[in-house]
């Protein structure tokens, strides 16, 4: 089963296939992403990255927290799960008054 990586600490100029090629050094890498501002597109700084294994993402770990990719030190930790968002639409309030007429 894949274990989904949290990797903070990206340069502006990383990208996906360069975040891919430094976790291939220690493992088998299902995917890589880097978060990107959705108006942008611009790096937001921290990525994810799914390694095929278990064993895999504890050599990531171990081997790649702290070390410099682009120029920049990375973090690397397991991803917490998605919290979860209260049900309701978010929007804006209620109705409105008319104007005068």
Do not use: C, I
Request: charge should be neutral; avoid cysteine; glycine fraction near 20%.
């Amino acid at each position: 089963m894949a274990t989904r990586l949290f990797v903070g600490g990206l340069s502006w100029d990383t990208s996906d296939e360069s975040l891919r090629a430094f976790f291939e050094q220690v493992g088998g890498v299902q995917s890589a992403e880097v978060a990107k501002d959705r108006y942008t597109g611009r790096s937001k700084g921290f990525g994810f990255v799914e390694m095929e294994s278990d064993s895999d993402a504890q050599k990531a770990k171990q081997e790649l927290n702290g070390k410099e990719l682009d120029g920049r030190s990375v973090s690397v930790d397991e991803a917490r799960p998605p919290r979860e968002r209260g049900a309701g639409g978010g929007g804006y309030g209620g109705g409105g008054g008319g104007g005068r007429r």
